[in-house]
């Protein structure tokens, strides 16, 4: 049983989508909405948990409150690292944040602080490991990001919790999902 899930990735810039039309969020937002109801039907899921970074964590969210329609059961929680985690994005982007955390189903910063170290980030990833079953990530290894501290964290856990899985969406699957989304809008 998998029943909480770290759900994690590239962040927005990393990926060229800078505004919430672009067709690359379509085709992850596809990718997620496919592996989470996978892991509701098959794995138990009861719990996503994610943080709140830009890209791929409030793209779960988003995804995952939608799915809440037709798996109800299902509570999302978007986890912080600390206090002031959006202070030094713009406008437009704070206010989108902090209506994602009024829409899921816990929301806290794990540690009360501004930020101070890299020590507050680490003992966020330590803290989503202990608390989560396994992990999904947007990440291709062959094109590491920002991500790849959690890619990197998550192999090491594992070494000493052999029962903590690990499933990456490449840019590979990438592909196939933004071929069939485009084979699915042509007029036949």
Known sequence: MQTRLWVTGYRSFELGAFNDKDPKIEVIKRALKENLI???????????????????????????IGLKKDFPQLKIALMLPFSNFAANWNQEHQVKLTDLRTRVDF??????????????????????????DGALMV????????????????????L?????????????????????????????
């Open 38 to 64: 996978d892991q509701l039907k098959n794995n138990g899921l009861e719990w996503i948990i994610t943080g709140g970074q830009m890209g791929t964590e409030q793209w779960t969210c988003e995804t995952a």
């Open 160 to 188: 000493e919790h052999p029962d903590y899985s690990l499933k990456t969406i490449d840019f590979d699957m990438l592909t196939d999902i933004s071929n069939e989304i485009e084979e699915e809008k042509r007029p036949w």
């Open 139 to 158: 990440y291709d290894p062959d094109n590491p990001g920002k991500a790849e501290f959690e890619y990197k964290a998550i192999q090491a856990y594992q």
């Open 107 to 132: 929301s806290e910063a794990l540690s009360k602080e501004i930020y101070k170290s890299p020590i507050q980030l680490r003992n966020f990833q330590a803290f989503m490991l202990k608390h989560t």
